[in-house]
């Protein structure tokens, strides 16, 4: 069986802050009396991933997702555990044979200049990833054409839209074909189409080159569209590892039925929980009759529980352990 391209082992990680009080006399306080806080971001994970995985990180606002990236990425060093890419490279040490094999999208750091158009930047990274001319002019228009973005390469990145800016930001952390990619919220702010064909193409690279992914999203249509597996983040602990289905067998615990209705129920049922704007969710054990008019039902599923669902109850408890 060959090694995991990522191995995780027991990692910790904390981040220490000062805090600031207010005023002037809050800061006179500070220079003598500083008040430091300390925040477990990632506490006691392990992780691995074998080539070709697609592994979705799933976690509440600050679970500890984005942490747990840059530890695996080299941005931030660990603090006690082990982290190791490619069996034998410790990220930190971000040796540059190391980081030619990995591609990085932060959703909150951009690769790309304000004032120049992405080709300029494209070309920049060209040279430090010493790529052939060639092969980055033929990989380059493969990636803006299936992205759709083929006109804005000499475009200033200020005058783009977020979802052409974020394309881009994607086609730099590809240009030197990583064999690990690591995204953190790729499709926030993009509209449905484009989300979809972002997730269609990664799908395909991934097939077609066996290219690992890692990602963050709070999407989890996303997630389910494109991950064969997914870690749970809660509280910087790891709660869960496995497929959706996994997840959702583990912790559904009421049969529900999902129902989709011709226009938005107003007012809402009791009972009856919206998930999008006609689509719904009821807890079938609650039930003697159904709370909608049959007349207003497109179509009934009776199910376990959706990701949503699930997620939701899990990131509202505290701190739930594996
Ligand atoms: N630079 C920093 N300094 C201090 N604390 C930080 C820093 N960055 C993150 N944190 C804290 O670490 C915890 C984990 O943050 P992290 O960004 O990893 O979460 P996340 O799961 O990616 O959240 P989100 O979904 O909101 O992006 C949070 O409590 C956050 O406030």
Known sequence: MPSPIISVDHANFSYVTFTKQAGFSGAWHDLF????????????????????EVLGLLGANGAGKTTL??????????????????????????????????????????????????????????????????????WLAFLTKELAVTPQLHVPVRKLSLGQRIKFELICALIHKPEILFLDEPTIGIDVSSQANIYRFLKQLNRDTQMTIILTSHNTKDIEALAQRVA????????????????????????LLEIVTDTPLDPLPTHVRQVDATHYEID???????????????????HNGSLDAILTQLFSEEAPTQ
């Open 33 to 52: 009396h500083r008040q430091k806080s300390t925040v477990a971001a990632v506490q006691d994970v392990s992780l691995h991933v074998n080539r070709g």
């Open 69 to 138: 990236i840059k530890l695996m990425t080299g941005i931030l060093p660990i603090n006690t555990g082990d982290v190791r890419l490619f069996t034998d490279q410790v990220p930190f040490r971000k040796r540059p044979a190391f980081l030619q094999r990995i591609g990085v999208m932060l959703s909150q750091k951009s690769q790309l200049a304000w004032d120049l158009p992405p080709l300029d930047t494209l070309v920049l990274l060209r040279e430090i990833y010493y790529i052939p001319h060639d092969a980055f002019t033929t």
């Open 232 to 255: 749970v983040i809660n509280h910087g602990h790891k709660i869960f590892d496995g497929t959706v289905t996994g997840l959702i067998s583990r912790y559904a615990t009421v049969p």
């Open 284 to 302: 079938a054990t609650a039930l003697t009759e159904l709370p909608i008019d049959p007349r207003r039902i497109l179509s009934v599923n009776r």
